[in-house]
């Protein structure tokens, strides 16, 4: 095991060495650069055209820059993962995922397979292609520093028991983005459903495994909070791993049968691809 410089040998040069041994280690969590070297790359991807691959722990966040046509597959390592999301136009930012469109524009709460996640500009920011979980939520949103601080004693980004806000916030400032910039976002692999009388039901958890495959239909940053759900009863905070990988790919094309699946998500997809042929990107 490398050993942390000390009072003793923290020159410059003794620094140097240290991170020259540092750069072969690997924990846990951590992404791995480049992507290609991922080691259990999915079957169907070749691992040259890996460009995110990392395990963010629970507590953690990440964040990446995606160009059109990627590929984003999330994998609830050990079953109690809880990736909130949150996607912007890459392009100009100020286009972001909104929550109630891409709830009400396709009459669906409940995200899964064939999902569109839809912006403030009506056009498709991501599909999702693929879905073993089937537990997800774009009801609640994810926690506040207040709600964890009153549930664990802290909800602090660098505490314990970070709460999912202040993760977003930390992530998007290193797009240039601040806390004003933060909406609503969505939850993956764990349930809300709701009762005939109004009330939220919390499902938990499809179990260990379980992956969500989206895929960027416009350039995107996407923001990830890996934290415990809002809903969450458990007393302890409960966040297990959560592995992140992405691929170029191609974007969504009108043969596909999530193209023409609903006459909203039709005019979503045209918005779409109207606005990246104006940009040179279709």
């Known amino acids: 095991m490398p050993t942390t410089p000390t ?3 923290t020159t410059t040069y003794s620094a140097g060495e240290y991170a020259g041994v540092e750069d072969d280690a690997v924990i846990q969590a951590m992404p791995v650069l480049p992507a290609s070297d991922w080691p259990e790359p999915p079957a169907d991807v070749d691992p040259r055209s890996l460009v995110w691959a990392e395990t963010v722990p629970g ?23 809880c990736a909130h999301v949150l996607l912007y136009n ?3 930012p100020w286009e972001r995922l909104n929550v109630a469109d891409t709830v009400k524009v396709l009459w669906q709460a409940y995200l899964g397979e064939g999902h569109l996640l839809l912006s403030d500009q009506g056009r498709v920011l991501a599909s999702i292609v693929a879905d073993t979980s089937a537990r997800h939520d774009a009801l609640c949103g994810t926690s506040t520093l207040a709600r964890n601080t009153e549930r664990y004693g802290d909800g602090s980004p660098h505490g314990p028991t970070p709460a999912g806000r202040p993760l977003f916030t930390l992530a998007a400032a290193k797009h240039g983005l601040s806390v004003r910039d933060i909406p609503p976002s969505l939850s993956f692999f764990k349930g809300v459903r709701v009762e005939p009388d109004g009330r939220l039901r919390f499902t938990g958890s499809a179990g260990a495994g379980r992956s969500v495959t989206l ?10 909070a890996n934290v415990p759900h ?3 009863p458990r ?6 791993a959560l592995e992140v990988l992405a691929w170029r790919d191609e974007p969504t094309g009108p043969g596909d049968p999530v193209w023409s699946a609903t006459p909203e998500g ?8 109207e ?3 104006a940009r040179g990107i279709a």
Request: with cysteine; hydrophobic share 35%; charged share 20%.
């Open 230 to 232: 809002p809903l969450d």
């Open 266 to 273: 039709r005019r979503a997809f045209l918005n779409t691809v």
């Open 215 to 224: 895929r960027a239909e416009l350039p995107l940053i996407v923001l990830i």
């Open 7 to 9: 009072s003793a040998n």
């Open 275 to 277: 606005y990246a042929q």
């Open 59 to 81: 507590g953690g966040y990440t964040h990446k820059v995606l160009a059109r046509g990627s590929t984003l597959r999330l994998t609830d390592v050990h079953g109690d993962a």
């Open 90 to 92: 890459a392009d100009q």
């Open 235 to 240: 007393p302890n905070y409960t966040c297990s």
